[in-house]
């Protein structure tokens, strides 16, 4: 009866609440809220957050997905390429694995078509994980607990790369970041922008930022040339989209990242050079749009740019099964 | 009125949970259970929290406290000697950071008197974080985020590693394991161990190793040769406890390890050579003691030894906050 009489009144806080939300008028933007994540396969989900978080997929037992897409650091590493194995350098930023989900493919030259598809790379890549696909699914073979997880989750316990690159896409699918203060403004709430930051907003669509950052994830959604009016000048050797495609009219086109929680993803571009959001934001504006902003211009851009920081995931640590005697060991070194 | 009720009933289920833990009798055993942590200064914990998984206290911005000391992995690497910048061996295998509040000291040669005084070691030290102290606050007072938490914990705005250290001590404090199988058997459950860990416990016991591996850590408690009856044969070049005091006699005496949560915590000895618990408990039998262990009390031995482990700290991954445009780069490479 108390307990009843509590869940009548939950009840009616969640009702009003549906309410508020619903007397709110969303505005009709070319940048669209970011969706909350809907989980259909939460066990699924907990066993990709333990790979995302396992250095045992790596050769040296040390790097794990999150070590280059750090959770804690709006899902980058915050540097300008990443260490890899064998403190390699990696030759392309690192880009964050916040709403990748709503991304039309994956890595900055889209070679990957899904989450799934991307997964598997830095697993295999000797410049990153070093490690194989083979040994991959022999070291989670070996460890009971992960073994009674896929269990579960693919009704067999004999395990493959295509199950655990599942489970860690389902884990990413989760990884979005909704309730920005934009966001806010865009379903209705005139309060959730300073004044500088709406001016920013207009600034960015009349100037035609929006042409390519737009859809829920203000950018992700297309192939664009970096050095659109002017060369983009870089020491990287990187080609973007001709790399897959292998067309010359390609080279230099790169996917169009995300703009959301850009304030915790630096430092931007493909190679990490723009170290500040005011940096960035003046190169874009002259390269791509031949337009140089004034500093007043650059502040109101950057003060739009920061209201994209929405909430971030929160879970709690995962905890790993141990490895057992049968495990293959991990090779640090050599 | 409604919500009184509720508070009278979750009293009545927390009075029945002491009463039953009353009647339980404990044993007098040379081993006693871990405490549950007292926080007594919770937002110094949660300040501590972050900044234990903060890569920016190392000069790469990669490496944090739980690179080396993961507390998805029982607060260890499970590697041999650890990754330190550059890729740099580490000359020694992590400890847990696990129930580490309970050695007499930090360190495996003892060389730090506390939890404080051991969190300044790794960041300062050019083969793993290869920061300095005063860049660590450079880069900390930097971010208004971390200036708050200190300003509520310390009452003042400007930081030194002497608060970064206490606030990563504090939160180290907190990670301690309570209610293992074993220590709910010390507490009287008749049932909380197999026959087999408890004939390995009765081993443990008469054989011996008991001697040094004892207290609430079982183990952490002295300095012991390791060698005593034959020498130990070692590539390691660590020469232990003489390294701190000087002294001829200290050669080859290292803090005796706590064996909480060993079944997480391999490889196991200073150098990580001993890759599976059975081997550890052989050498440890014939080196320590001059007894060779039958393949069966090994087994048991290992079964006491893996009821042993505990609850591990279940926490939210911190969220940490952003650098700003006169944040100190990182230096990852060169």
């Known amino acids: 009866m108390n307990k009843q009489f509590t869940r009548v009144g939950i009840g009616m806080v969640l009702a009003l609440g549906l309410s508020q939300a619903a007397l709110a008028s969303p505005r009709n933007e070319p940048i669209q809220p970011i969706p909350q994540a809907t989980i259909t396969n939460g066990a699924m989900v907990e066993l990709g957050k333990k790979l995302f978080f396992d250095p045992r997929l790596s050769k040296s037992g040390f790097i794990s997905c ?70 991959a699914v022999d070291v989670l073979q070996s460890i ?17 790369i295509d199950m655990i690159t599942d489970a860690i896409a389902a884990f990413e699918e989760t990884l979005v970041t909704p309730n920005s203060d934009f966001d806010l403004w865009l379903k209705g709430d005139d309060n959730a922008l300073t004044a500088q930051a709406l001016a920013g907003y207009q600034l960015f669509k009349d100037s035609g930022c929006v042409a390519c950052h737009n859809g829920p994830n203000v950018g992700g959604t297309s192939y664009q040339k970096m050095g659109v009016i002017e060369p983009y000048q870089s020491a990287s050797t990187e080609v973007g989209r001709a790399a897959v495609t292998g067309k010359d009219a390609d080279r230099f086109l790169f996917k169009v990242p995300t703009l959301r929680n850009v304030e915790l993803t630096y430092p931007y571009f493909h190679d990490g050079e723009a170290s500040t959001l005011e940096e960035a934001v003046d190169i874009m504006g002259r390269l791509q749009l031949g337009r140089v902003y004034s ?4 502040g109101q851009i950057v003060a739009f740019l920061k209201s994209l920081t929405g909430e971030q995931p929160r879970f709690e640590l ?12 991990p090779i640090p070194f050599g």
């Not at 500093?295 to 650059?298: A, V």
């Not at 490895?323 to 293959?328: K, L, V, W």
């Open 66 to 135: 999150n070590s280059c897409h750090n959770l804690s650091m709006g899902g980058t590493d915050n540097i300008k390429t990443s260490i890899g194995h064998n403190w390699q350098q990696g030759p392309i930023n690192s880009p964050t694995v916040l709403n990748s989900s709503l991304n039309l493919a994956q890595f900055w030259d889209g070679r990957a078509a899904s989450l799934k598809e991307q997964a598997g790379g830095p697993i295999a890549n000797p410049g990153e994980m070093a490690f194989t696909h083979e040994l």
């Open 144 to 160: 009971p607990g992960y073994v009674a997880d896929f269990a579960q989750v693919f009704g067999k316990e004999s395990l493959n």
């Open 295 to 298: 500093e007043q211009e650059i």
């Open 318 to 329: 995962p905890i790993l099964p141990p490895s057992t005697n049968a495990t293959p060991k």
